[in-house]
């Protein structure tokens, strides 16, 4: 079975500075997705970005991109010039690319921004 | 599109007691899953569904049943809730294919199980 660790709890950036969440990943599969999700205060689940691993370069989304090491099962989120609004929780989560669209996540990372 | 609508918001229960968390997609997505959240652990998948009339088990799925008896609907009962099943649950729903669709979340429901 697949599994999804981050191994931050809780992380804080200053506002306008770059912060990195970690997250690493154990598959015996070689076709897979990965997702950012944020969630904030209001419980809603909002999907960041994600990365299909068949794909070498890393995906961004205006200020946030990924390093994608797939030897290492590595995904970590960079946030560029956070902003007040970054502040949530992240999860990291796996897909497998074949069969059912479940969803294997971590236990979350909670970003704080500090003005 | 009223997307993935999830009722109720918040729910008590006592131990022993059932319920029904209700779930709806307008997006005619194939594809409808249940979540729970637990501070720590993350999600997890409870049960989860590939269309009308076919339900499978996810990784925590004792205490829960489901059906899928049309496309918009997928509804979790919990038949004797007990304080183990105190968490925030969330239903999602996607297309299925070969893409990697994107799966949308419902906003939640908060139970908590005295």
């Known amino acids: 079975a697949q599994t999804v660790t981050q191994s931050q709890p809780e992380m804080s950036v200053q506002e306008a500075e770059t912060v990195t969440l970690s997250c690493t990943y154990d598959?015996?599969?070689?076709?897979?997705?990965l997702f950012w999700y944020k969630q904030p205060p209001s419980r809603q689940m909002i999907l960041v970005i994600r990365q299909e691993a068949y794909k070498q370069q890393n995906a961004t989304e205006n200020r946030f991109s990924v390093n994608f090491q797939k030897a290492a099962k590595s995904f970590s989120l960079k946030i560029s010039d956070s902003q007040l609004g970054d502040a949530a929780m992240y999860f990291c989560a796996y897909r497998s690319a074949q069969g059912a669209q479940k969803l294997v996540f971590g236990q979350g990372t909670r970003l704080t921004i500090n003005p | 599109n009223a997307g993935v609508t999830q009722t109720p918001k918040f729910q008590v229960l006592k131990t022993g007691q059932s319920m029904t968390l209700q779930c709806a997609q307008d997006m005619n997505h194939e594809y409808m899953s249940w979540y729970r959240q637990d501070p720590g652990m993350g999600l997890r998948l409870i049960h989860y569904?590939?269309?009308?009339?076919?339900?499978d088990q996810g990784e925590v799925p004792n205490g829960y049943n489901v059906s899928r008896s049309t496309t918009e609907d997928f509804p979790l009962r919990l038949l004797s809730a007990a304080p183990s099943q105190t968490s925030v649950y969330f239903c999602?729903?996607?297309?299925?294919?070969?893409?990697?669709?994107?799966?949308?979340f419902g906003p939640g429901t908060r139970l908590t199980v005295t």
């Open positions: 598959t015996s599969e070689s076709d897979y997705y």
């Open positions: 569904s590939v269309g009308a009339g076919i339900t």
């Open positions: 999602a729903s996607s297309y299925m294919g070969g893409r990697v669709y994107e799966q949308y």
